[in-house]
């Protein structure tokens, strides 16, 4: 399978959306904004929430739904490669943002403290088929100390801000299986992608893992820590995977179906867009790039 590349200098690139279009939305954390790359390649501001944007996703109100992690430092390698570095000096605090892609208008939808919520570096999310969406905090790293964090339900509507598995080590990417009854997680550090059985839109089993923490499905060898994630049309569940660099397919079984590798050491997101969702679009966030490239099974058709 052959890699294009659609667009490059970008500023870290994740949270790619795929557009009917043709078009990716998607986020460049460095710069703080939110991008829109046509298919020709064109890029184009959609809008500027500054901080780190991070995971995105559309949500029932065709807005943009983002989690913004506050920002990072960053450290230019000199191999070209961007590489993102504990808490910003300049850190503005977790938060989830609505966005509207005509305008570029920010709201700020959840931010710390709302509903009692602890909110520090907000990452990935994912929409369910009842409008609301579920979002990890992967919080923020600094000298000798990291954050302990979770894994949060909110409604789209401002009115719900929950988080419903705690403590989750560093979480990272998110989503849904084919039926909406089972929630899979990716934690970085660890390597580890997760599973949790939904009882109920917002909840989980309590009594599914050791004290509610879930089941582990699936830890890969080497030098490799876990980012983003996307989910077949067959539930196998490809994880972008750092390091020793590509897509780690996993099937709901705890199977590695197939690594298929890149050329970055920051791989971190998969989305898919055409007709048949047989188009992968890939952020190699390390060098800056957008890239496509065929892929054999159909990605999941989203909720929204």
Same mark, same amino acid.
């Given at each position: 399978m052959t890699l294009a590349t659609i667009a490059d200098d970008l500023r870290f690139p994740e949270g790619p959306v795929a557009l009917p279009d043709g078009s990716v939305v998607l986020v460049e954390i460095a710069a703080g904004r939110i991008s829109r790359v046509r298919a020709d390649g064109t890029i184009e501001t959609v809008a500027e929430p500054g901080g780190g944007p991070n995971g995105l996703a559309l949500g029932p109100d065709g807005m943009l739904y983002c989690c913004n992690? !506050? %920002?990072?430092?960053?450290f230019e390698h000199p191999a070209?490669?961007?590489?993102?570095? !504990?808490?910003?000096?300049?850190?503005?605090? !977790?938060?989830?943002?609505?966005?509207?892609?005509a305008t570029g208008a920010v709201e700020i939808l959840?931010?710390?403290?709302d509903f009692g919520c602890v909110l520090r570096g907000p990452n990935d999310i994912v929409f369910d088929s009842h409008g609301g969406f579920w979002f990890t905090d992967h919080g923020?790293?600094?000298?000798?100390?990291?954050?302990?964090? %979770?894994?949060?339900?909110?409604?789209? $509507?401002?009115?719900?801000?929950?988080?419903?598995?705690?403590?989750?080590?560093?979480p990272n990417g998110i989503g849904l299986s084919p039926d909406g009854k089972r929630l899979y997680v990716a934690e970085t550090y660890t390597c580890r992608l997760m599973a949790f059985d939904i009882t109920a839109p917002g909840k989980v089993d309590p009594t599914v893992g050791i004290g509610g923490a879930g089941i582990p499905l699936y830890r890969p060898a080497g030098y490799t820590f876990f980012d983003s994630l996307g989910i077949?049309?067959? $539930?196998?569940?490809?994880?972008?995977?750092? !390091?020793?660099?590509?897509?780690?397919?996993?099937?709901?079984? %705890?199977?590695?179906?197939?690594?298929?590798?890149?050329? $970055?050491?920051?791989?971190?997101?998969?989305?898919?867009?055409?007709?048949?969702?047989?188009?992968?679009?890939?952020?190699?966030?390390?060098?800056?790039r957008l890239v496509r490239m065929p892929w054999p099974r159909p990605g999941l058709a989203l909720a929204h």
């Open positions: 992690n !506050g %920002g990072f430092e960053y070209g490669l961007l590489i993102p570095h !504990g808490q910003a000096h300049d850190y503005s605090g !977790g938060r989830i943002e609505r966005i509207d892609p959840y931010r710390d403290g923020k790293t600094r000298h000798r100390e990291r954050d302990v964090t %979770g894994i949060f339900y909110a409604k789209a $509507d401002g009115t719900h801000l929950e988080e419903v598995i705690f403590p989750s080590e560093n077949e049309e067959c $539930d196998n569940i490809c994880v972008a995977t750092i !390091g020793e660099s590509g897509i780690s397919v996993i099937s709901p079984a %705890g199977a590695l179906v197939e690594f298929v590798p890149t050329p $970055d050491p920051f791989t971190t997101n998969i989305c898919w867009g055409g007709v048949d969702r047989q188009t992968a679009y890939i952020t190699l966030s390390g060098t800056g």
